[in-house]
C-alpha cells in the first residue's frame, strides 16, 4: 500500500530497502525531533498489526551518516546478544535493534543517497521531557548504567568518533581561550569578570583528559547525550526500559555520561535562566542520581572512576559554560539565541551550578561512597 500523500518521503520505496518479513500499511511523521525525518510505520505480518519506526538521517548534521550507522548497529547487536545470552525475556525492548536492510547492513541508502535506519517501535514506554520524580530520576540513572555495561566489553576496532573532541575538556578550553584572544566583536571587555572566573579553572577542564590519556581510567562506550528524556521508561512499572537517541555513541568515558546526567537533571532553572538565584545543584537529585547509575554500574566501574563521579558534573557544566562563552565571543554562531546577550546568561547558569557543586562537594562524595558499598 502506497504511503500517505502528506509524507515527505515514499515510505513504500524505504521499506522495500530492508528485509520488513511484513507488508507496510500505512505511516506518518513522528515525533518533535528537530533534526532527523521520523516516521512511525504500520505493518501487518500475518496479520498482526506491529509498528516500526523509520528515520532518515540529516546529511547536514552528521557528515559520515553510514560511519555513525556502523557505530550503532555495533553497540546496538552486542547489547542485545548479551541481554539473549544473559536470559532476559525482554532483551527485545531492553536495547534499540536494527532492522537490517536487504544488503544485510544496519542502515539502508534510498534513492536520494539518504541514508536511512530502522527500529522496531518499542511498546508500552515513553520518554519524559521533564522528570517529575526522583523515582523517575533512579530509573533514567539506572538504563544509562545499564547501557554502559552492555558496551563495556565491546570488542574491536575503537567507534568512529562522530563528533570530534566532543567531551575533551582540554580542546574547548583552548577554544574558549583562542576565542578570547582574538576578540573579533569586541566583545570581552563586557565580560571581564566570566572570562577571570573560568581561566581560574582551565587546569580542572584538563583533569579527566588527562587521565585517559594516561590509561589511568578505561576508554568505554559512552552515550555522550546523557539527558533523562533518552530513556524510555516502562508505562507500568516506570523501569527505565531502553536507552534512545544513540548518533553520539562513541568511545569516552563513563565520567562524561554521569557528568551530563548532574548538569541537566539536577538544577530546577532553565538553562538560561536570567536569575541565576534560581540555580542550585539539588541534593536529593544528586542522591537518585547516584542511586540508579551505581546499581547498575556499580559492578564494572573501577575505584578511580567511582572517585571523579562527584566531579563528573562540576566537569561537564565547566565545559558547557565554556561553549557558550566562546559562542557568545565569536559571535553567536553555533548556539540559537533569542536575545541579546542570550548566551551569556546561558554562561551565568553554568557558572552559578559549578558553584553550587563546589559548595557541596563533601556531601556529594559521601553519597558515593554510601552506593558505591
Not at 554502559?148 to 563528533?163: R, V, Y
Not at 562513541?250 to 565520567?255: E, L, Q, R, T
Request: glycine letters at 6%; proline letters at 3%; one cysteine or more.
Amino acid at each position: 500500500m502506497a504511503a500517505p500523500t502528506e509524507n515527505k518521503h515514499d515510505l513504500t520505496h524505504v521499506a522495500s530497502l530492508f528485509d520488513m518479513r511484513a507488508d507496510l500499511v500505512h505511516g506518518h511523521p513522528y515525533g518533535s525531533g528537530h533534526i532527523n525525518d521520523t516516521y512511525c510505520a504500520y505493518y501487518d505480518q500475518a496479520g498482526q498489526r506491529i509498528r516500526y519506526i523509520h528515520q532518515r538521517l540529516a546529511e547536514n548534521v552528521f557528515k559520515e551518516p553510514v560511519k555513525l550507522m556502523e557505530n550503532v548497529g555495533r553497540v546496538t547487536d552486542h547489547a542485545f546478544n548479551k541481554l539473549v545470552e544473559e536470559g532476559n525475556p525482554e532483551a527485545h525492548r531492553r536495547t534499540l535493534t536494527c532492522i537490517k536492510s536487504t544488503e544485510g547492513k544496519p542502515y539502508a541508502v534510498d534513492k536520494d543517497g539518504s541514508v536511512w535506519r530502522t527500529y522496531p517501535f518499542i511498546e508500552r514506554a515513553r520518554t519524559y521531557d521533564t522528570i517529575t520524580s526522583t523515582d523517575q530520576c533512579v530509573a533514567a540513572a539506572k538504563a544509562f548504567g545499564e547501557f554502559q555495561k552492555l558496551g563495556a566489553d565491546l570488542g574491536g576496532e575503537p567507534l568512529f568518533e562522530t563528533i570530534p573532541n566532543f567531551h575533551n575538556t582540554k580542546v574547548r578550553f583552548q577554544t574558549l581561550i583562542e576565542a578570547i584572544e582574538k576578540d573579533e566583536h569586541n566583545r570581552a571587555k563586557d565580560v571581564a569578570k566570566e572570562i577571570e572566573w573560568f581561566m581560574a579553572r582551565v587546569d580542572e577542564g584538563s583533569k579527566v583528559v588527562d587521565m585517559l590519556e594516561a590509561g589511568e581510567i578505561p576508554v568505554r562506550v559512552t552515550h555522550n547525550d546523557t539527558k533523562l528524556n533518552n530513556v524510555m521508561l516502562d508505562d507500568v512499572t516506570g523501569e527505565g526500559i531502553c536507552v534512545i537517541d544513540l548518533d553520539t555513541t562513541m568511545n569516552g568515558s563513563a565520567v562524561y555520561d554521569f557528568g551530563d546526567m548532574v548538569r541537566t537533571a539536577t538544577s530546577p532553572a532553565a538553562e538560561d535562566e536570567k536569575d541565576v538565584s534560581k540555580v542550585t545543584m539539588r541534593m536529593h537529585m544528586f542522591d537518585a542520581l547516584v542511586k540508579g547509575y551505581l546499581s547498575s554500574a556499580n559492578a564494572f566501574l573501577t575505584d578511580k572512576e567511582r572517585e571523579l563521579l562527584p566531579f563528573a558534573g562540576k566537569l561537564l557544566t565547566l565545559e558547557c559554560g565554556t561553549r557558550f562563552l566562546a559562542d557568545y565571543l565569536m559571535g553567536d554562531v553555533y548556539f540559537k539565541i533569542h536575545r541579546d546577550g542570550h548566551n551569556i546568561d546561558r554562561t551565568r547558569t553554568q557558572i552559578a551550578l559549578v558553584e553550587s557543586i563546589d559548595q557541596q562537594m563533601g556531601e556529594m562524595e559521601a553519597l558515593v561512597q554510601k552506593y558505591s558499598v
